[in-house]
């Protein structure tokens, strides 16, 4: 059997006494936190959700009821002050002066924002904002088109178009003007702004012996309107608050846009001109019904409630809303399930010592084996002895153990015969390189005087018999130059000199000096850096070489042109920059994919390659801890793919 053998006998082993001790603990964990979990979901079900949603109803149902008592308050004052002699006997005489103070009066002291007194033809006699602005006609308001046709009062709410509003005077017009903003999962929006007014009206119509004799019109401008929202939530949640957020919180929606709301942004700003959700929409302002249920209001999570406002001809114009912050149920839910997780704490802690007693109890004959393994750690292989009263299972074991010792023990005398012979091979290879090294250096010199004397024979004998064959000498002598300096460069061995470089600014600088090569004419450069790249610590000489050399090849590798796109990147999680070099060059074939990194290796004509470049890259890559990978497919291009360590 293989040393892999007799370690996975071994782990079985260890494995069925492991699964004895865990099941018994798992057991015991999984009944009580099966039972704890139960009881707590059961108790969270029945009390606190609950309780959380007859809070919203109840609320939402408040909130409707102090609305309508609004309504119907105003409405009572309108209906007296129609009665008033002073108010009937002004309308019929058409003393517009005389009214003009008087509803100026009244809008003061009952917070009225409109103010107005119609003639029975549906025309403007007067306004308290505007006492310039009458003779118009208003037929088209449905409540004052409502009462002089029925003769009755009438209340409620409803919308004026953004020419109405700038009649009754430029202050309510710039209120009514709400910027929608986009918000998530809401209706797409085709306006940019809210024009419209959401009034809350009262009509009642001024008799005169039993004659009609005008229409006096009151409304509140609920755009904008902070101190509506602000007193209903008063009402109805106090000064409750979480985290310096309130509680409780009520809007006004014209249709889907918020106009009046004390819920804030994450800046602390009313949230005015933000927008309902589609699906809410739907089923309260279209249906008609009401909603309830959790929803992220703005920027954080509510339990929200939401019924619809309709007019007189009851049609749906808006919505109201009540949301009670989640994190106040939420607080609940904590400390019930903290009591729980207190409960299955202690259950846990009582299946450990359990479990703690039983583990001592199977696994002392298991120390035993744990201590023998030391020993061979240490070099010293003798084989573990158990007594007879152990267990079939551990004595089986021993003797796999000892079976595994003397297998180590054979496979060990062969490792080190092995690492003998790779330490001898080693050597040759270093003197071998430093023989490279040593014939390189000797080679140059008389290289240099062959490339010397044949550039001067050049230029004496240019246009002779002699001047292309003095070419090829200088060509050649050129390229035994540049195969000796990519052999040095392969051969030598040192450690780099690493200072901490910010890699885009490398890049960039080998980049904008290959820009100027006549190779890259007809190369388009692409740059993806990430700017938050951390700084890493290397040798930025040889750096410039690995992209110097990537990027020559790329252009190599695109004779006709094509694109070079240098990627940078940083991974947290394995805590490495990542460098991509990809053209869109012929590729490399399977064939070659394997010996790319050898030295001397190159496709390219001759004359062109050395093929040490890539094995230099390699070399560079490895001093300094990283990886470099290749993709390449035939046709389409190759992609270099470099990790370093960010120490």
């Known amino acids: 059997m293989s040393f892999e053998g007799w370690l996975k006998k071994i782990d079985y082993l260890r494995s069925t006494l492991r699964f004895k001790l865990i099941f018994g603990l798992l057991t015991i964990v999984f009944l009580m936190g099966a039972l704890s979990v139960y009881l707590g979901v059961s108790s969270i079900n029945r009390n606190v959700i609950r309780e959380a949603y007859d809070n919203v109803r109840n609320s939402l149902k408040a909130i409707s009821d102090i609305y309508q008592e609004e ?49 029975p033809d549906g025309t403007i006699l007067v306004r308290a904002n505007n006492f310039e602005a009458y003779g118009d006609s208003v037929l088209d308001y449905k409540y004052i088109k409502w009462v002089l046709t029925h003769r009755k009062p009438a209340a409620g709410t409803g919308i004026l178009g953004y020419e109405n509003i700038k009649r009754e005077g430029p202050e309510l017009a710039e209120r009514t003007l709400i910027p929608i ?22 009509v009642s119509p001024i008799f005169q012996r039993g004659r009609l004799v005008g229409v006096l019109y009151a409304a509140v401008l609920l755009n904008n309107n902070d101190r509506f929202v602000d007193r209903f939530k008063k009402l109805i949640f106090k000064e409750e608050k979480i985290k310096n957020k309130d509680v409780g919180t009520v809007t006004i929606f014209l249709e889907d846009v918020r106009v009046a709301t004390n819920v804030v942004d994450e800046n602390g700003r009313r949230a005015v001109g933000t927008l309902i959700s589609e699906e809410v929409f739907r089923k309260v302002f279209e249906e008609g019904q009401d909603w309830l249920g959790r929803a992220f209001v703005v920027n954080d999570y509510y339990l929200s409630g939401y019924t619809p406002l309709v007019d007189i001809e009851n049609r749906p114009v808006g919505i109201l809303y009540v949301g009670i912050l989640e994190a106040k149920f939420s607080n609940l839910l904590w400390r019930t399930a903290l009591l729980y997780f207190l409960l299955i704490f202690l259950m846990t802690a009582l299946a450990i010592y359990i479990s703690t007693y039983l583990v001592n109890l199977y696994t002392r004959p298991i120390n035993r084996l744990i201590q023998a393994t030391s020993e061979i750690a240490r070099g010293n292989y003798h084989p573990v002895e158990l007594s007879p009263e152990e267990s079939a299972e551990v004595r089986e074991m021993a003797e796999y153990f000892n079976q595994m010792v003397r297998a180590v023990e054979e496979r060990d005398r062969r490792l080190k015969d092995m690492a003998e012979k790779t330490i001898l091979r080693s050597e040759k290879l270093a003197s071998i390189g430093r023989l490279a090294s040593g014939i390189a250096h000797e080679l140059n010199n008389p290289l240099t005087g062959i490339l010397t004397y044949s550039s001067l024979l050049l230029e004496e004998l240019k246009g002779t018999p002699y001047e292309e064959d003095l070419k090829v000498i200088k060509e050649e002598t050129m390229r035994c130059r540049k195969i000796i300096r990519g052999l040095l460069d392969f051969a030598r061995d040192y450690r780099p000199e690493k200072v901490p470089v910010n890699l885009n600014k490398l890049i960039e600088e080998v980049l904008s000096i290959l820009e100027k090569h006549v190779n890259f004419h007809n190369i388009k450069i692409k740059r993806n850096f990430d700017s938050e790249l951390p700084e890493v610590r290397v040798d930025a000489d040889e750096f410039r070489s690995v992209i110097n050399n990537l990027a020559m090849n790329a252009a190599d590798a695109m004779p006709s042109g094509g694109e070079l796109t240098i990627t940078t990147s940083f991974a947290r999680e394995q805590n490495q920059v990542i460098i991509r070099v990809a053209d869109t060059g012929v590729g490399i074939s399977e064939e070659n994919m394997k010996r790319i990194f050898e030295p001397f290796f190159t496709t390219k004509e001759k004359g062109k390659g050395t093929g040490l470049g890539l094995a230099m890259v390699y070399g560079v890559i490895k001093r300094h801890n990283g990886t470099i990978d290749v993709k390449s497919k035939v046709g389409e291009g190759t992609e270099f793919i470099i990790k370093l360590p960010v120490e």
């Open 181 to 202: 903003i986009p918000t998530p999962k809401a209706r797409a929006q085709k306006r940019e702004v809210e024009e419209r007014a959401l009034v809350m009206k009262t």
């Open 71 to 119: 309504i119907r308050n105003r409405a009572r004052i309108i209906e007296y002050l129609s009665r008033t002699s002073e108010i009937v006997n002004a309308t019929a005489a058409g003393q517009r002066e005389y009214l003009y103070e008087k509803l100026v009066q009244i809008k003061k002291e009952f917070d009225f924002d409109i103010v107005n007194v119609v003639n």
